[in-house]
């Protein structure tokens, strides 16, 4: 496997920023949102861009649209048509900015300011560039319940999930549909109706209505599994190629202030599987290599191996941010540290993204952006990176045994041209040495 780290140039770039949400459809990266820290003051963003062909461009949207947040998803259920994209964005968190900004407020960020509102993105392209984006707040059915408001979750898009809705809201199978995980939600306790922070460990699958489009329908999966993952924030998620299965590692728990090691596969067919605990894999032993209690890391996936890089460690009073790329084999279940050509890699940091599109001859290629480093020194980041993770073709024991046979016929008959030269040689050499003494047998 050859694993390598690329810097992309390219134009226009949005400002830095970290806890984006981050869509794709084909070779186009849609970007929504997240926090800046603009002249020391705290700043809430609700911008929308496309990047296409090393181009960012910043995308005109309808005068309704969802208010400034981070830590939300932004989820493409319809890889469809070139000229259109349809995307959902779910929840997230504004730390109070705006009921702050209405009371003419500065207090700073405040807990609990979390969302539960769902929007549909409509883009349509013209010259490959996103020209108008248009949102719509999607409405529920009657009867039908949502999630609590929530912030750092997780949000993918499922393949083959026509028995997971009620067929009482659709009756036509549905194909995709979105699976949210976990994230830190919110309920009032019996003292000063005060508000409590909770992770929670929730399975919600959102359907579109194939019948109507501004209409969806919530349902909140019951796992079968007798192992099921714990609650968490600040996770990270992907699918597999197949878009059938879903992997979940680490994050954080907010009660107990711990950092998560684990790695969680989840399908409609399997549900829960624990993939590996954190401290040892399936067939390693406890020296096996293994990335340690890392939030806001981010996973993708290519050629049958996850790919997760950054995240933070010794989050409770500061945050240390990583530079550590690894890959986990779905085949060998195994952990696998990256050694980076030439020690080329982005640095350390938090709460970006990673994602898969499209490049222009049409393969998928692992696609970085934003984020925070945190440590000794803190930085907010709009750079652009790519990694690949190209199979190289392995040799085979009777490839090497062909390979060692011709060897030894080269040297063989290396050998043998060489002897039969200096031969020649010699043979040369006494023609020579005869030429020069036939006159003097004449003169005799």
């Known amino acids: ?43 809430w963003l609700d911008d929308l861009w496309v990047l296409s062909k090393l181009e960012w461009s910043q995308v005109k949207v309808s005068t309704e649209r969802p208010i400034a947040r981070y830590s939300h998803t932004l989820i493409n259920l319809h890889d469809i048509p070139s000229t259109q994209g ?27 300011h979390y969302f539960n509102d769902l929007w549909k993105l ?8 996103y020209v108008e984006g248009v949102w719509t707040q999607l409405s529920l059915p009657k009867d039908n319940i949502l999630p609590t408001p929530r912030t750092s979750h997780t949000a993918i898009a499922i393949q083959d999930c026509p028995n997971s809705m009620d067929s009482s809201f659709f009756p036509v199978p549905v194909d995709v549909c979105m699976v949210l995980f976990g994230g830190l939600t919110t309920k009032k306790t019996a ?4 508000l409590e922070l909770i992770d929670s460990n929730e399975l919600w699958i959102m359907t579109p ?31 597999d190629e197949t878009g059938k299965t879903m992997y979940i590692y680490g994050g954080q728990t907010h009660a107990a202030k711990s950092l998560l090691s684990d790695l969680w596969s989840w399908s409609v067919m399997h549900s829960w599987t624990k993939l590996h605990d954190g401290t040892i894999g399936k067939s390693k032993s406890l020296s096996s290599p293994f990335p340690k209690g890392l939030v806001y890391s981010s996973l993708s996936i290519k050629n049958n191996f996850l790919i997760l890089f950054g995240g933070a460690h010794g989050c409770n009073s ?7 790329t690894w890959l986990w084999s779905i085949e060998t279940q195994v952990w696998q540290l990256v050694s980076d050509v030439d020690d080329i890699h982005p640095p350390h940091r938090y709460r970006h993204s990673l994602t898969n599109i499209l490049d222009q001859q049409g393969e998928s290629v692992a696609v970085l952006f934003g984020g925070e480093s945190y440590g000794v ?68």
Not at 21 to 26: E, F, M, N, P, V
Not at 191 to 194: D, F, G, H, T, V
């Open 1 to 43: 496997m050859y694993n390598k780290w690329s810097k992309l140039t390219t134009k226009n770039a949005p400002k830095v920023r970290y806890s984006h949400a981050i869509g794709t459809t084909g070779k186009y990266l849609v970007l929504h949102g997240g926090y800046n820290l603009e002249n020391g003051f705290p700043l």
């Open 86 to 112: 349809t995307f959902y964005l779910f929840g997230g968190d504004d730390g109070g900015y705006r009921e702050q900004q209405l009371q003419h407020l500065h207090q700073g960020y405040m807990f609990g």
């Open 209 to 239: 209505s194939p019948t109507d489009p501004d209409t969806v329908v919530w349902k909140l999966h019951t796992s079968k599994s007798k192992t099921i993952i714990s609650s968490r924030h600040g996770h990270s998620a992907t699918t």
């Open 191 to 194: 003292k000063l109706a005060k």
């Open 318 to 324: 500061r945050c240390f941010t990583e530079s550590k």
């Open 377 to 444: 020194t803190k930085k907010y980041h709009n750079d652009v990176w790519m990694f690949t993770n190209t199979e190289q073709k392995t040799t085979s024991h009777d490839d090497y045994f062909i390979w060692s046979f011709l060897v030894i016929v080269c040297i063989i008959v290396c050998s043998f041209v060489i002897k039969k030269s200096e031969n020649m040689k010699s043979i040369q050499a006494m023609i020579q040495k005869s030429k020069r003494k036939k006159p003097e047998m004449e003169m005799v």
């Open 122 to 129: 409509s883009t349509h392209l013209v010259d490959d560039t």
